[in-house]
């Protein structure tokens, strides 16, 4: 086989692997990766020779940025021009039924209705087809309009909090809002976490 063709093959793979692995991407864009140390990683993957891997990696990381799908800079001055809130005593119920039910954020897809509610006007209760997951907060950010139109927030958020072992129990976004819900014990801490990233 013609080595060139090898060779492609494997930038292909390489070029894929950097695509599905999130982390790998962030590193390369930010300029802080050990390429041998990647190489040889990757290279247990998708096999091939290591140096081929290495010069693969190298050429790709010229343009990473196309790996990360967005830009970290426009991420962060939005989410600086950004405010935020916390909505507490609040309340996830999931339903196989539509609910006629006051409610903060409503969402309608194929098995399930899921509603983020004030606990606290919260007038059903669990049944067989109704789930309620109480005592959570919800972290309100409202955004400039561009928000719409700047790719990776939502990713940019989900991985920050993942980082700080925060878990996101629901995420909805719309227009100029975003709204995560976390468990009371993470709350505090996610909001310090944000406020400290908004001044920085």
Excluded: W
Excluded at 119 to 142: F, H, M, W
Excluded at 148 to 166: C, D, R
Aim: hydrophobic letters at 40%; aromatic letters at 6%; glycine letters at 4%.
């Amino acid at each position: 086989m013609d080595k060139n063709v090898t060779n492609r093959t494997l930038h292909s793979r390489v070029r894929a692997y950097i695509g599905s692995h999130p982390f790998v991407s962030n590193v390369i864009a930010a300029g802080i990766v050990n390429y041998s140390a990647l190489a040889r990683r990757i290279q247990k993957e998708i096999g091939g020779n290591v140096e081929t891997i290495k010069v693969a990696l190298l050429r790709e990381g010229a343009s990473a940025v196309k790996f990360t799908g967005y830009d970290e800079e426009k991420v962060r001055s939005l989410l600086k021009n950004s405010r935020m809130s916390l909505q507490d005593n609040t309340a996830v119920v999931i339903s196989e039924d539509k609910l006629n039910i006051p409610r903060l954020i409503s969402i309608e897809i194929t098995a399930n209705n899921i509603y983020i509610v004030d606990q606290t006007k919260l007038e059903v209760g669990e049944t067989k087809r109704i789930r309620i997951v109480r005592d959570l907060v919800a972290l309100v950010i409202n955004s400039p309009e561009r928000l719409e139109k700047t790719p990776g927030v939502i990713a940019f958020l989900a991985q920050y909090f993942a980082s700080q072992n925060i878990n996101i129990r629901e995420l909805i976004s719309c227009y100029t809002d975003t709204v995560i819900v976390l468990d009371r014990k993470d709350a505090s801490k996610a909001f310090e976490l944000f406020r400290d990233f908004v001044i920085a």
